[in-house]
């Protein structure tokens, strides 16, 4: 099955500074979309992205899905930002498969 | 209405108990799925209906018996569960099968 790999695993960072989240995975995908989950464990939808490039607010997102790779940018971190962001990606097996997650710290 | 409710928010059960977890929503959505996530790693499906009927079984362990009473609404039955079991289980739907998923706020369950 397809790969799905995340880096950093970890990143603590200080409060208004920018971050850079990658997603490689290792086969063509049709589909593709980031979360970020809470530390209560809520999960929230942030891009659905097969390719290309998206905007909303401070995050934004690009895939380059010949290359097989994806990128989240976060600008201006907030601690509201901390938690965990998953890629999760389908490749012709009808299911997302997620990333093991960067875990990011922002503080204040 | 954007929002995927799911009761209860904490469950514990012993090992003989039968429980059932539910989930709703009410964004028109037609496809619905149930997660397992263990502590620190990512969610793992384990059923997905569409269109009221069971389209993905991901080998679940027969204790766990999903059901899809209509369109809003989706259930786990939980019967003669593990410790192993113990996990936050995530409710997700969206519009249609593999579009942009909503998640609900979980069921954090322990086992005992």
């Known amino acids: 099955g397809i790969q799905v790999e995340q880096s950093p695993p970890d990143l603590i960072l200080q409060e208004g500074a920018n971050s850079t989240l990658r997603c490689n995975f290792s086969?063509?995908?049709?589909?593709l979309q980031w979360f970020h989950q809470n530390p209560w464990g809520q999960l929230i939808n942030l891009f659905y992205?097969?390719?290309g490039t998206k905007q909303n607010g401070r995050l934004s997102a690009t895939t380059v899905a010949t290359e097989r790779y994806s990128l989240l940018y976060i600008s201006s971190s907030q601690t509201t930002d901390s938690g965990v962001y998953f890629c999760?990606?389908?490749?012709?097996?009808?299911?997302?498969?997620f990333g093991q997650g960067t875990r990011l710290t922002i503080n204040p | 209405d954007t929002e995927v409710t799911q009761t209860p928010k904490h469950l514990v059960m012993g090992m003989t108990n039968k429980k059932s977890l539910k989930c709703e929503q009410h964004?028109?959505?037609?496809?619905m799925y149930w997660y397992k996530q263990k502590a620190k790693k990512p969610p793992e499906l384990m059923f997905v209906?569409?269109?009221?009927?069971?389209?993905i079984n991901e080998s679940v362990p027969s204790r766990f018996s999903p059901e899809c009473p209509n369109s809003s609404l989706l259930n786990l039955h939980l019967h003669a569960l593990q410790p192993e079991d113990s996990a936050l289980y995530l409710c997700?739907?969206?519009?249609?099968?593999?579009?942009?998923?909503?998640f609900g706020p979980g069921t954090r369950l322990t086992v005992l």
């Open positions: 086969d063509s995908v049709n589909n």
């Open positions: 992205i097969p390719s």
């Open positions: 964004m028109g959505h037609r496809a």
């Open positions: 209906y569409s269109y009221e009927k069971l389209s």
């Open positions: 999760a990606v389908e490749a012709g097996a009808q299911k997302l498969v």
């Open positions: 997700a739907s969206s519009y249609n099968y593999l579009d942009t998923q909503y």
